[in-house]
């Protein structure tokens, strides 16, 4: 079992940056790849970023490439997602979720614990 809380989302100018963390607890959060979703109003789910268990290794949406960076720390049991230069399309409800498996993915449905969420939204 793992639990995720998100935190660091708020109000930004685009071009501004936030840094998003999620806070994971239970034994398996170091064996578990992380991923990084977002849910627009009216919109479905989707994928922003992946890691895999190390940190070895991300995947990134075409979206959100050379702006978003995921990463994590295993010792701290955290994984973040910087974002830069926001756009106001970037404006959501952002998820963390991990996957029991040490492989990242970028179907939701392969991820099987998701924290609450944590709002983004940026004014043009």
């Known amino acids: 079992q793992v639990q995720l809380v998100e935190s660091g989302g708020g109000l930004v100018q685009a071009g501004g940056s936030l840094r998003l963390s999620c806070a994971g607890s239970?034994?398996?959060?170091?064996?578990?790849?992380m991923g990084w979703f977002r849910q627009a109003p009216g919109k479905e789910r989707e994928f922003v970023a992946a890691?895999?268990?190390?940190?070895?290794?991300?995947y990134d949406a075409d979206s959100v490439k050379g702006r978003f960076t995921i990463s994590r720390d295993n010792a701290k049991n955290t994984v973040y997602l910087t974002m830069n230069n926001l756009k106001p399309e970037d404006t959501a409800v952002y998820y963390c979720?991990?996957?029991?498996?040490?492989?990242?993915?970028?179907?939701?449905?392969?991820?099987?614990?998701w924290g609450q969420g944590t709002q983004v939204t940026v004014s043009s």
């Open positions: 979720a991990a996957r029991r498996n040490i492989y990242s993915s970028s179907d939701a449905a392969e991820y099987a614990y």
């Open positions: 890691i895999n268990r190390s940190g070895g290794s991300t």
């Open positions: 239970g034994r398996t959060f170091v064996n578990s790849a």
